[in-house]
């Protein structure tokens, strides 16, 4: 149980063009999403957190015009890195928290498998 | 001071020692302790999830919550060369929303 994927796996992309990365909880609902991006031998930083049905909170110095992030359903939230530039080739991760009937929930997050984004 | 100190690393250890990685934290609202295991270039794997102060077992794992002292800890039993990973703590306040925290990993390699 509590699987995460994301899609696609690794992407190319020229500079300026718009590329979108989705996650889904497989086996579990999942009220709260983050998206995490991580730099060779760097930990993880947090980018956003992402409720089902409302506007992401995006932390400081990210933006989030750049960084366009829907989560419509319980089972899936996208990114979007817009006009994508050699800058933000990283490896993105999503990450779930599933959420239990009644609003209570968990503070165990299950992560994607990652995606890797190169921008040429 | 940062909110999780944790030593990079690396360590390098031989098969079948035992290997003992903490985290230090700095926030006493902090509740959930989580370690997870990432794999170059593959997302992090939960691998022990514990709660307030205590032990919890699980295999050749152990982690160890001590919250007088704010210092948390993963023992692995028996390191064999497939535990050559990154280790990473997380933690979080009590509330359904709050991101967790990470630290920053350490990098151990188990030596055949």
């Known amino acids: 149980g509590a699987v995460v994927s994301q899609h696609p796996s690794w992407v190319i992309c020229k500079s300026g063009t718009s590329v979108k990365i989705e996650c889904r909880s497989l086996d579990f609902q999942a009220t709260t999403m983050f998206w995490y991006r991580q730099f060779p031998k760097q930990s993880l930083m947090l980018m956003a957190t992402s409720n089902e049905g409302s506007k992401a909170t995006y932390e400081q110095g990210v933006e989030k015009d750049k960084f366009l992030i829907n989560h419509a359903s319980l089972t899936l939230s996208t990114l979007t890195v817009t006009s994508a530039h050699p800058e933000d080739s990283s490896f993105y991760i999503c990450s779930a928290r599933p959420g239990l009937a009644g609003g209570g929930g968990t503070d165990t997050q299950y992560f994607g498998p990652g995606t890797r984004l190169t921008v040429l | 001071q940062k909110e999780v100190e944790q030593d990079p690393g690396p360590l390098s250890v031989p098969e079948g020692a035992i290997v003992s990685l903490n985290c230090t934290y700095s926030n006493s609202a902090f509740q959930y302790f989580m370690w997870y295991r990432q794999y170059s270039r593959k997302g992090p794997e939960l691998l022990m999830y514990?709660?307030?102060?205590g032990n919890k077992e699980d295999g050749r794992f152990t982690a160890q919550v001590d919250k007088s002292s704010k210092y948390i800890s993963l023992f692995i039993r028996d390191s064999q060369p497939s535990d050559s990973a990154t280790y990473l703590c997380a933690m979080s306040a009590k509330s359904g929303n709050t991101p967790l925290v990470f630290g920053k990993g350490t990098r151990l390699s188990v030596i055949a």
């Open positions: 514990t709660y307030s102060s």
